[in-house]
């Protein structure tokens, strides 16, 4: 063979196109059949303040090889039986009206999220700011 010619005959390209061909048609409808599953509870969530963004990491918080802390632990008002109905402060308090027996957002999470580290002495404490809040 000289340079330049085709080292494959035109059926190998062919099995060879086809092959290629199937195995994409294949991974498609296998990603299309089989999407992966939607977690029931958050991994991870933002929160955009002023102060810098924080990433609260759920999954760590809620699950049994992390901290293991249950969904009334933070979400304060649910019995057990309620924690698939757990959802954000603003499902069962209006953040706009201003009720002076509901905390502001920040004092609220200042207090929940800071006081169950320095009762656990873990993580973040509320006076290392940027432990906490990203820029």
Known sequence: MGYGENMFSKNELKLAYGLI??????????YAAFPPEVPREP????????????????????????????????????????YADAQSCSECHDLDEGDEEVPKRADAFHQQCAGCHEAFEAGPLEKECTACHIR
């Open 21 to 30: 061909i199937y195995f994409l048609f294949v991974g498609v409808l296998c």
């Open 43 to 82: 991994i991870r969530m933002k929160f955009e303040v002023t102060a810098g963004n924080v990433i609260f990491e759920h999954k760590k918080h809620a699950d049994i090889t992390g901290y293991g802390l249950s969904c009334g632990d933070c979400h304060h008002t649910l019995a057990e039986d309620e």
